[in-house]
């Protein structure tokens, strides 16, 4: 029996195995969650859980005291935005709410026994676990010095190296940035990243060249907003090559080896292909090499494995984006359908979705898209409503007022 089949049969064992267990945390009459991870999906499941009733015990266990966004993260890049205004902390989380934090890291997810075992030897059983983890990289071959090549996708001290190492661009320097396969964390901001870079390049870095090298048949989203903005505002300074992919890589000599041949750069921003935590994959929810991310029930976010442990954001396997908002639209559908299943009922059977996001294309200019996804019980999946998926065109100053405003509402639902 391996791993799959063996969590698929012991899921019906799982209450009376993790009631018997000792355990850390206080029993209580009230249902007990577990949430792993405090970014955008974990914050605002463990926010909502408590907001839409009290009868749910929730206890977030976050490694860092702040979380730091990496939306808007490409500002800091430019100098436009510090890392520490992307910085929230889980005071009202605590205090208004009353999520129990915990700052340790999880080192073991027991789907059978729906536990967590925390680096600091800790053992917490719950009712239910909600694993909100993000993402892990595809290793790179040759790459042993990521600090030669940072990816800069999960905003922190690479987002401040990358931004050092273009202050540094040597006059008539080349920056290459690669662009993963679909499915990746925030489709839109490699080719957003390009368009800010080639933009600050102009004004700081005269003669400088980007090369945008992706893994991709063609830009994945935006394509009209951002096939006009390399061709018109960019020719001169970005070079898109499209269904290119990196074989390897020379960390030293800031080389890439790819696809269509060999790639010299001064700054190379490299993007590796991405997949569900390692936490995730080793708690068998997503088995390595066959999913590369953890297949759920959309109803709920229950995983299709172990159905007392659910999945939500850049970990879970939808037809659904990976990006913020979106982590926040299935921290409340999960919410939702955890209040509903502790009261007895089903979860709702037609829950809707919606992603939204800014590009800034200049410094001082954005333009949008946003998607509305719906239940389909036939295919019992997530489909995009077409009437509702749409892209601004083109973009203007006014988007980028509003992009701020965006994040501003976004941050606060989730954080506070």
């Known amino acids: ?84 205004s992307l910085a929230f902390g889980y005071d009202a989380l605590q205090g208004r709410y009353g999520v129990n934090l915990i700052i340790d890291d999880v080192v073991e997810v027991d789907p059978v026994a729906t536990s967590v075992r925390l680096a600091s030897g800790q053992r917490l059983t719950a009712d239910r676990i909600i694993l909100a983890p993000g993402i892990d990289f595809d290793p790179v071959p040759g790459l042993d010095d990521v600090s030669r090549m940072p990816h800069a996708w999960q905003a922190g001290p690479q987002t401040t190296l990358l931004a050092e190492q273009l202050a540094a661009l040597p006059a008539g320097g080349v920056v290459a940035i690669t662009v993963p396969k679909m499915p990746y964390r925030c489709p839109p901001g490699p080719y957003e990243r390009a368009c800010l870079v080639a933009d600050w390049l102009r004004a700081n870095k005269p003669g400088a060249k980007l090369i945008l090298i992706d893994a991709n048949p063609d830009i994945a989203v935006e394509k009209e907003n951002f096939q006009r903005a390399f061709s018109e505002l960019y020719g001169d300074i970005i070079e898109y090559r499209k269904g290119v992919d990196i074989t390897s890589v020379d960390p030293r000599q800031l080389t890439l080896a790819t696809s ?44 299709s494995i172990a159905p007392k442990v659910h999945v939500i954001g850049d970990s879970c396997k939808t037809t659904q984006p990976l990006a913020g908002q979106m982590a926040n639209q299935q921290a409340k559908v999960c919410a939702d359908a955890l209040t509903r299943i502790f009261a007895g009922h089903e979860p709702d059977p037609a829950p809707v979705t919606n992603s939204a996001c800014y590009s800034t294309i200049t410094r001082s ?22 009437k509702a998926s749409v892209a601004s065109n083109g973009w203007t100053p006014k988007n980028f007022k509003q992009m701020n405003k965006w994040f501003d509402a976004i941050m606060a639902d989730t954080f506070a």
């Open 260 to 303: 269509s041949g060999s790639v010299r750069a001064d700054v190379v921003n490299l993007i590796p292909h991405q997949r569900a935590a390692a936490l995730v994959v080793n708690a068998g929810l997503a088995a390595e090499g066959q999913v590369r991310f953890a297949p759920v029930d959309v109803l709920s976010y229950a995983s």
């Open 1 to 84: 029996m391996d791993r799959r089949s063996f969590l698929r049969s012991a899921a019906g064992l799982a209450v009376l195995l993790s009631s018997g267990m000792a355990t850390a945390a206080p029993r209580s009459a009230k249902a007990r969650v577990l949430v792993v991870g405090g970014g955008m999906a974990g914050a605002s499941v463990a926010k909502y859980l408590r907001l839409w009733g009290d009868a749910i015990d929730v206890t977030l266990i976050e490694r860092q005291a702040t979380y730091t966004s990496s939306i808007m993260s490409n500002l800091v890049l430019t100098g436009q935005r510090t890392l520490s």
């Open 365 to 386: 200019e954005a333009g949008w898209m946003t998607a509305v996804f719906q239940y389909d019980p036939a295919a019992r999946s997530m489909k995009p409503v077409a």
